[in-house]
């Protein structure tokens, strides 16, 4: 196993293939500036802020997986507000818990009857304490 996130799993297999690509991790901290007459302003570190990270998942049908299926329980996730346990490695990023702030997804391959085979799905989301 790869990971998870919340109750998606990412794990590869001759059988299932569910992972992601492009993880993007974005960390920064809080500062106010103090306006001083005839100098220059001064910085004051006030904590770190919440960290964020984008990622694309691919679910193709031919893979083990079922795309509408995964695509579904992610929106659940996004919609409900689900804080969520983010691990990668057997170690949490971030502080691990996490919420999906938005899900864009791009249907790839739909078959005549309507069928969903293969959909990518961008995912961000916001460190949550």
Not at 56 to 84: D, S, W
Request: proline letters at 2%.
């Amino acid at each position: 196993m790869i990971g998870f996130f919340g109750s998606v799993t990412f794990k590869t297999s001759d059988k299932r293939i569910c992972t992601f690509n492009n993880l993007k991790r974005s960390i920064s901290g809080s500062y106010s500036e103090h306006k001083r007459y005839t100098k220059k302003s001064q910085r004051e570190f006030e904590g770190p802020e919440n960290q964020s990270v984008t990622f694309e998942m691919k679910f193709v049908a031919g893979h083990g997986v079922k795309p509408l299926a995964m695509l579904n329980k992610i929106i659940k996730l996004c919609e409900n507000g689900t804080v969520c346990t983010f691990v990668l490695g057997g170690h949490k990023v971030g502080g691990g818990q996490w919420t999906i702030d938005n899900v864009d997804a791009d249907y790839r391959e739909v078959w005549n009857r309507g069928e969903l085979i293969s959909l990518a799905v961008n995912v961000t989301a916001t460190e949550y304490h």
